[in-house]
């Protein structure tokens, strides 16, 4: 596994490289825009350049994860037309970036079926306006907290099977939501059943990314909290069948753990896990 953390842009998306470095990372994920509004000052041609060449100078693999405010599922015509407006523009961005994943997550309806099929729709739409693509979305798993979409692996199923272009859709695993939705990775036994059951709903060829974050709150409790890795509820184990795991050899994996401070402590841990060959 490709080890990395989830990087602060501040100051340009070129500068999420520096960092990632400074922490010891193999790889890293960013926002590319605020994740936190809607509208965005447009990604300037210098700053597209600057970020291809820290790309190129430092040879870190980046992936993208999409705001928070997206949300594909709803029924509310003005708010998806800003969701797929959103991450269209995202998804341009990550083109124009060189940037090969756009995470997101897939969004909330009360009626699983029925936000589903939305989902579905919403992202036709998005493929609709981006034509010929390289960069691709990734759904992630969520925790299923109140209304979210996507934390069953025969949700993930479902919105690929509605799709016209499953082929331009990845998938991206998080620890702390699978456990969190119940998926009991913590133990050897757990996480090779775990992985055997997504490589039957959707197939593991898809997964791109991980999010390694352990959990602070109990399994099946579908609440979304993460916790530095090692030191919640998943526990090291998981972690450690995930970086000796060798179909994820070339796959990032990234953090997404309160502390970016703790970042560097937390990439020596993993590495650590690796068994020497
Ligand atoms: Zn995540």
């Not at 729709?121 to 979409?149: K, M, N, W, Y």
């Not at 990234?254 to 590495?271: I, M």
Request: net charge neutral.
């Amino acid at each position: 596994m490709l080890l990395g953390a989830h990087e602060s842009i501040a100051g340009g998306v070129s500068q999420a490289f520096a960092r990632a470095e400074e922490h010891g990372a193999r790889s890293l994920q960013i926002f590319t825009k605020n994740a936190r509004g809607w509208n965005a000052p447009p990604l300037t041609e210098p700053e597209r350049r600057a970020f291809r060449a820290e790309a190129r100078r430092s040879g870190l693999p980046a992936i993208a994860h999409g705001s928070y405010l997206v949300n594909l599922g709803t029924e509310d015509p003005v708010l998806r037309d800003k969701s797929i407006a959103c991450v269209t523009e995202e998804l341009t961005r990550c083109e124009r970036l060189g940037i090969s994943c756009l995470v997101i997550h897939p969004g909330t309806h009360p009626d699983e079926k029925r936000g589903l099929a939305l989902v579905a729709e919403g992202l036709d739409e998005v493929h609709r306006r981006t034509p010929r693509f390289r960069s691709r979305i990734c759904l992630e798993i969520t925790a299923g907290q109140g209304h979210c979409l996507g934390w069953r692996f025969w949700h993930l199923t479902e919105i690929l099977s509605r799709v016209s272009r499953e082929d331009r859709l990845g998938l991206c695993l998080d620890t702390c939501h699978l456990f969190a939705a119940g998926y009991d990775l913590s133990s050897e036994e757990g996480y090779e059943a775990v992985m055997a059951e997504c490589d039957a709903a959707v197939g593991l060829e898809r997964v791109r990314c991980f999010h390694l974050n352990d959990c602070k709150k109990p399994l099946g409790c579908r609440v979304d909290r993460h916790e530095e890795v090692g030191q919640g509820t998943i526990g090291r184990t998981a972690f450690r069948c995930l970086v000796n795991d060798s179909r994820f050899v070339n796959t990032i994996g990234v953090l997404e753990t309160p502390s970016p401070e703790r970042y560097a402590e937390a990439l020596r841990l993993l590495e650590s896990l690796r068994r020497r060959q």
